[in-house]
């Protein structure tokens, strides 16, 4: 069983709509939760941090963990076509180097 | 501007001939990784170094090397590449968690080197 779970997608939406993005984890350990987005043919850039459980909100996204359940999630208002992207959920204990990451999701948002 | 830099984006090899991909950063952070990148596997970590000197395996290591003379640049060395090393490789640096609050735990990744072995 991987350590971080995420389905790979694509997922297809309207413009406008409001897309959510989740992964589950199995190691209790993680403490710090991030959401990193990657254009094609470029590295993943951080969008999202949280630590332990907890909302955070910044502009049109907003990030969820819920640690009792080992799920975290993004969420995306009024998507836009610049949003397509793949979205990876990211995870670190405290004290590790290693950050674990899920597969990735796409998302494809039309115009 | 803050970043990563690798080096080649691309580089096509045959099986067998040394390669080194060079990886640069200019945030003066103490951690440094390596990860490869291939469909249905996510990213995948090959080396970390926590400071200069200091480097230890993740978990894909095998016939891969680094190093980490200085404390901005963390080479990836493929000393007999073979076809199975065919991926897409991204390096990485944060600084050393606690330092930048909750975002000092998120990596700066660079653009990544498409690597084809023949």
């Known amino acids: 069983q991987k350590e971080v779970e995420q389905d790979p997608g694509p997922l297809s939406v309207p413009e406008g709509a409001i897309v959510s993005l989740n992964c589950t984890y199995s190691?209790?350990?993680?403490?710090?939760f991030m959401w990193y987005r990657q254009y094609s043919r470029k590295g993943p850039e951080l969008l999202m941090y949280?630590?332990?459980?907890g909302n955070k909100e910044d502009g049109r996204f907003t990030a969820q963990v819920d640690k009792s359940s080992k799920y975290i999630s993004l969420f995306i208002r009024d998507s836009q076509p610049s949003d397509s992207a793949t979205y990876l959920c990211?995870?670190?204990?405290?004290?590790?180097?290693?950050?674990?990451f899920g597969t990735g999701t796409r998302l494809l948002v039309s115009p | 501007e803050a970043q990563v830099t690798q080096n080649p984006r691309y580089l096509i090899t045959v099986t067998g001939k040394k390669l080194t991909v060079t990886c640069s950063q200019n945030?003066?952070?103490?951690?440094m990784s390596w990860y490869r990148q291939d469909p249905g596997l996510g990213l995948r970590q090959i080396y970390y170094?926590?400071?200069?000197?200091?480097?230890d395996k993740g978990d894909v290591p095998e016939g891969y090397k680094v190093s980490r003379k200085e404390k901005r640049n963390f080479p990836l060395i493929l000393e007999s590449p073979s076809p199975n090393q065919t991926s897409l490789y991204f390096c990485?640096?944060?600084?050393?968690?606690?330092?930048?609050?909750?975002?000092?735990?998120?990596?700066?990744f660079g653009s990544g080197t498409r690597l084809t072995v023949v």
């Open positions: 990485a640096s944060s600084m050393r968690p606690g330092q930048g609050g909750v975002s000092g735990y998120g990596y700066t």
């Open positions: 945030m003066n952070h103490e951690y």
């Open positions: 990211a995870m670190r204990s405290t004290g590790f180097q290693k950050l674990v």
């Open positions: 190691n209790s350990a993680f403490q710090y």
């Open positions: 949280t630590y332990s459980s």
């Open positions: 170094s926590m400071n200069v000197e200091v480097t």
